[in-house]
């Protein structure tokens, strides 16, 4: 190893360490301008590099430069435009000179976008693409807003292995291939089947073949559109299968139908036809639903019915009518 190249394995390795928000103490931030001095020194110093070498430093060098600059703006530290500058001149990739131009623009959307990186690389995966996601959607244009959506749809750490296995066609494995490379890889989707047929996308990897049927899993992936909205519309359909298993059970329900129909009765006798409500009011007491409505609503029906049957004696009572009295006890006894 070459003293430029363990002088910057040094730097990033401290400077990857640095979570870029307000709260880096001012002895870290020293700690970076230490590391940051003595790799430009010794890099300065290494006159014999190929340019294939001399390459690679540089752009490990505009690696920890733009990790150092993102951790100096969080600190208020000047020095952060001026490394940002450096990175952008030693830099050959376009991308990343636009992105060093925006940060010095908008320095704090530079930080966050770092940030993101950081969370990401620590497993804090949905702060990560949730930092990204707000930055995309503050300026999409923008060089950092093309990074930030870049990122969300870039690879992604491991997180274990996906489960992979079918019996009889159930089970889980991988479908399809998009962004392959020629170096043999390329994106598969993680699916459920049901009879070798994919339902529902379970996330996506690149991947490499194996001997036979394997496969050597090498990093998470973004969804496909098309697989994003599959797993919505089958999540769609699962909510809106049990909403309507729930609402045909409530609507074909046995108790709250039998409470309706004595509700209705016990109404119909409060002002309406006494023969239609005693009809009504006996096939109610009569029936099979006595048992669902509970002890109330079959006491008010009992006491609607002797109250509309003693209806029909006649005052003053005399004993002409006593057959009709005695179908009144009659049927206050049969409730």
Known sequence: MTATSSDLQQAWELVSA?????EVATGRIAEVHVVIARATTAQTAMTMLTSAER???DAAMVTVLGRAAAIAIAADDPVADDWLARAERTSRDDKLRERFTAGRRTP?????????RYLMARGREREALA???DLAQEQPRDAIGRAAIDERNGPRPLKGTPTLGRLNGFGAGFYGERDARPDGTYVTTHCISALFIPVLPLGAYRVARAGGNGYHILTRE????FAKTARIAMAAAVVLGISGAAIASYVRDPDRLARGRFDDALELAQGGDPEAALHSLDTELGGEDLGRVGDDRATQAGA?????TAGYL???FTRAELDQATRVVSRYLAL
């Open 108 to 116: 704090d959307r530079y930080r966050a976008l770092v940030h993101g």
């Open 131 to 133: 930092l990204w996601k």
């Open 222 to 225: 973004a969804l496909s559109p």
């Open 304 to 308: 609607a019915i002797v109250r509309l």
């Open 55 to 57: 390459a690679e430093a």
């Open 314 to 316: 006649p005052r003053p």
């Open 18 to 22: 640095i979570e870029p928000i307000a």
